[in-house]
Structure formats: structure tokens, C-alpha cells
């Protein structure tokens, strides 16, 4: 019996750990709270990032448009990247929005929005440096941990070494101090960090792969994936979506 209790006394706080326990909100529960959790990683130039002390970018402003359609308030958490996707499992928000790119691997556990922009993973290096695909035979490259970067370095052939660092800040960091090869990730982050550092001697490459970027919900909460959707289409009908484009990318970045 004792034994039993010990057991359970580890086993019961470990499953609530792991996120036996845990709970979605649904639409009702949201609308009724007044407020919508958002997660995002604050990180991610020109998508989500600090701007000083505030937490800005596209995706952060488009959140933020969408809340305002739906009559919410929102709140953000700022959550490392690679952790969101348990911590949505575990219900610490409703929604992530940090760039995730459509995966059947991450579609097991999560629902995808549709999507709010097109993209595309590019190669980065110093100029003579490794710049595309077939260059990067016998080289090292930095790329995000958990990212579709990390996942598209792993299918080039050759690759010398993949060193995954925690941000794109940290991973640019690595390439500028010729510590890797290389560096992939969004057109736009290579793009925007380009233009920010024109003294690194770095410049972008090769594409090497398109994706569509979404919202990431726990799964099945159909309720709100329509509700999410729906305010997502309005901002692209009213002018707002547009107007968060041109400001950031000077392009119409929806998926056409
Ligand atoms: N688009 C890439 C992916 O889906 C990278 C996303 C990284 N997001 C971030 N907030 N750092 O894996």
C-alpha cells in the first residue's frame, strides 16, 4: 500500500508534467475570458522580435489586427522556439504564432491555421563562401534548432557538420564568426539581418525550399481554428493584412 502511494505520488505530478492532464480552452471558454493567449518567440526578424523593451514584427501586429477582429484581448507569451509546441500541448496559450512552416511531422500533434504567409528557407555566407545546395558538399552549416531549416539541412547530401543554435540571432552570430560555413533560414530574416549588418561580408544564396506559414493550435479545437481563420480572411479583405506587408517587406507576402 505504501509502495502504492510512493508510486502514485510520482506518477500522478509527472503525467500533469507531461500533459496528461491538460486541457484546451475552447471558442466558449476564450470568448467568455475576454482575452486570447498568444505565444511567439520575439526572436525572429522581421516576423517577431524586440524592438527595445517591445515585443514586435509582422506576425505580432497581424496577431494582434486578428485579436482586435475577434473582440479579444490579447496576451502574449514569450516562448523559446523549439518549446512551443509542447507548451501549446500542455495549454500554457491558445495559439502560437512564430513562423511555423506547414510539416506533416509537426501536423501530428498540432492544427495549422491557414496560412499567413509564403516563404522560403535560403542559404547564407560569406561572399566566395558556400552559396548553394551543391556548394555545401564537405561544409558546415548553422541553422535553428527544431526548424524546417534544421530538417532541410539533414536532407543535403554531403554536409560536413549541422550546428544547431537556439535562435537565428545566435546562428547568424556563428556564420559572422566563420565558426560555421553556412547559415539557413527565412529569405526574409537572411534578408532583413543582411541589411542590418552590411559590414559582415555575408550575403544570401540559394533557395532551398518553399513553405506556407501558419498559426499552430492544439489539435482539434475546431471551434477556434474557425474563428482564427475567419478573422485571418477578414484582415487580408479589409486593407489591414496589405497595409502589415507593405510596412515589413515592402511586398505582398500572402500566399498567392
Ligand atoms: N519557418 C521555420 C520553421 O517552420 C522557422 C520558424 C522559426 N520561428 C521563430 N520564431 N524563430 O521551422
Redesign the pocket.
Known sequence: MRFLARLLSVVIPLTLLIGGAANARDWKAIQESGTIKAA??G??QP??YYEGSTLTGFEVELAEVIAKKLGLKLEWSVVP?DAQIAALKQDRFDFAI????FTEERAKSVDFANPHYCTGGQIAAHKGGPLTVSALNGKSVGV?LA???AGAAQKIKGIKAIKTYK??PEAFSALRAKKVDAWIS?KFTVKGTLDKNPDAGIVGGELVFV?K?SMIMPKGNKELAEKLNHALAEVMKDGSYQALSQKYFKEDVSCR
Request: glycine share 10%; net charge negative; hydrophobic share 30%.
Open positions: 511567439t518567440e526572436a525572429f516576423f517577431n522556439f512564430a513562423s511555423h512552416g535553428q526548424t524546417t531549416y535562435g537565428d527565412d513553405e506559414v
